[in-house]
């Protein structure tokens, strides 16, 4: 046999094996579940993972602070008795390296590993339209075809970095909180420059400033910032929360956004001034999101009440911080919950004192970079418009392109050439946050218009990727060609998706819901309001009258 033969066949042979029935991107939560429904359902399915191991956020996010917003008992898998018998959370927010274990456990119980392909970088994805398929290219080289595609790349996963020069030319330690080294970071006597005081920065900073020499915290806008109120569990808390699983997921799924907190049904006008205080004082001192989603309906909906809870929070930012110039600088204008709202886990398990403390020190300073922005990195520091801060360890607490950032750093390339970031140059289209038309048999979970945007993940996934691997698995055993979005039902959900947004008080400030965090990009509303169990019913009314709203080519 010739070497052209032997090399031609040996090409063919790779190919044939790397040809599944379904590819998955991402193995996170949402990506793992996936994998196991389309083995339970008899689909060949490969998930590849840019990471070195399972856990997706929990994999990436490993800067010290890190932890979850939901309670653990609330975000974690349900489908798995024995696990749920088994497993014991630690805390009532499990921090990352705990829930990076949790991930890891279910992944060997399960053998999922095996069908994950690590240190894999999807770099383009092409439709067919000769087989129906797609070819997946990768960073490493390696390329891999499957009918149908499923993105779990996740809502916060791309993450962005101030749009000023400089940054490859500093010479000290640097750090997204996003891609923190898997290793510890010695602060201890340092220089330190925090930029960003959202969610990571708000859980990063206290941790940090315990131990360096200078901390500067350069913040673009403030955002409120309720307490979590973290705590142990001890063994007989656990073992009663096991005694009402069942209960619970069932709860969950019934919520607005599949917390364990769901809003008061009794409106603010209903209570008296001095009942009202004692409600959100009640709430101040529960658990995590008890103070946003566990309040009356109308404070989330209506301006006038939300300006109340506002002043109470902005009371207790004036309580805690010593200077007022600083508490003013710390106190947002914006109505609360127009921005995701940041949790911070102070006084538990060496967590130290709370965010507002940490701007009492003699060896913090506050710099607002909207009166003085950043103007560019240098090799010692970072320089604004009017002064220069010399640094040690630089740390980018600067967020994320969520929900279309992940996909549009992949080349995806649907019907006739069209490719998937211009369709969303200005703001995302899709049908139900699940497809897009003219991307035949491709799917997402995470992506935008999902109801992920506004809800504890895991739970709010849970339908939609049940769905997709019902509907995955219709298309491999009756050899359908392709599943689309119908243009027409595509347009007509983005518009209610983006009525939703741009009447709701959400749309009262910038934030990545909106895009606008990103420099250079459209505003645009790329999450989704609606009530989860609507969302869900809604799912299972379109499968029930034979996927309406899609196109199916047998």
């Known amino acids: 046999m010739s070497t052209e033969t032997t090399e031609t066949s040996a090409t063919s042979e790779s190919v044939a094996s790397n040809h599944y029935d379904a590819i998955i991107i991402g193995a996170g939560a949402a990506g793992m579940y996936e994998l196991l429904l389309l083995r339970r359902r ?65 992944a060997d119980k399960h053998d999922l590993k095996k069908d994950i392909e690590f240190d894999t970088t999807v770099e383009s994805l092409e439709f067919d339209e000769t087989t129906n398929d797609w070819t997946v290219r990768t960073d490493g080289g390696k390329v891999f075809t499957a009918h149908v595609i499923i993105s779990a790349t996740g809502p916060l996963s791309a993450p962005i970095y101030p749009a000023v020069p400089g940054r490859e030319i500093f010479q000290g330690e640097s750090y997204h909180t996003a891609r923190w080294p898997d290793k510890e970071v010695d602060f201890r006597g340092k220089r330190v420059v925090v930029i960003g005081t959202g969610s990571t920065g708000v859980q990063l900073i206290p941790k940090v400033a315990r131990e360096v020499a200078h901390l500067t915290v350069m913040m673009r806008t403030p955002n409120w910032v309720i307490p979590l109120n973290n705590r142990p569990i001890d063994k007989a808390e656990m073992e009663d929360i096991r005694s009402r699983y069942d209960e619970l997921h069932e709860y969950l799924q019934g919520t ?180 897009v038309s003219g991307f035949p048999n491709f799917f997402m979970v995470g992506g935008p218009h999902g109801k992920g945007g506004h809800g504890n993940s895991t739970r709010c996934a849970e339908g939609p990727l049940e769905w997709i691997a019902d509907l995955t698995a219709k298309i491999t055993n009756e050899g359908i060609a392709r599943v689309e979005a119908d243009a027409e039902a595509e347009a007509r959900w983005t518009e209610h998706v983006n009525e939703s947004g741009n009447n709701a008080l959400v749309a009262k400030a910038k934030s990545y819901l909106f895009g606008d965090n990103v420099p250079g990009r459209k505003r645009a509303y790329v999450a989704y309001l609606g009530a989860l169990p609507e969302f869900v019913s809604r799912l299972e009314e379109i499968k029930s009258k034979d996927y309406e709203g899609f196109v199916i080519t047998s």
Request: glycine share 12%; aromatic share 14%; with cysteine.
């Open 42 to 106: 008899g689909v060949r399915a490969r998930i590849l993972e840019a990471g070195s191991g399972v856990g997706g956020t929990w994999y990436w996010n490993r800067y010290p602070g890190a932890r979850l917003h939901s309670e653990s008992h609330s975000y974690q898998y349900f489908f798995d008795k024995e696990l749920l018998d088994s497993w014991d959370w630690s805390e009532l927010f499990a921090g990352q390296p705990e829930l990076e274990r949790y991930f890891n456990t279910v």
């Open 256 to 435: 607005f956004g599949g917390f364990i907190h769901d809003p008061e049904k009794k409106p603010t006008t209903e209570y008296t001034a001095e009942e009202l205080r004692e409600r959100f004082e009640t709430a101040w001192e529960g658990p995590g999101f008890a103070k946003w989603f566990g309040l009356p309906y109308d404070i989330l909906s209506d301006e006038a009440a939300n300006k109340v809870y506002c002043d109470f929070i902005a009371e207790k930012i004036r309580e805690r911080v010593k200077d007022p110039a600083i508490a003013e600088m710390l106190t947002p204008r914006h109505p609360f919950g127009a921005k995701p709202v940041e949790c911070e886990s102070a006084g538990y398990a060496g967590d130290g004192y709370g965010y507002y403390e940490v701007f009492n020190q003699d060896n913090v300073e506050l710099v607002s970079v909207a009166d003085d922005p950043i103007t560019e990195v240098v090799s010692g520091g970072i320089r604004t418009g009017s002064r220069y801060f010399e640094a040690d360890i630089i740390i980018y607490a600067t967020g994320f392109e969520a929900f279309v950032g992940s996909l549009n750093n992949i080349d995806v390339t649907g019907v006739g050439g069209q490719k998937l970031r211009d369709r969303w140059a200005d703001g995302p289209v899709t049908l139900l946050g699940l497809a």
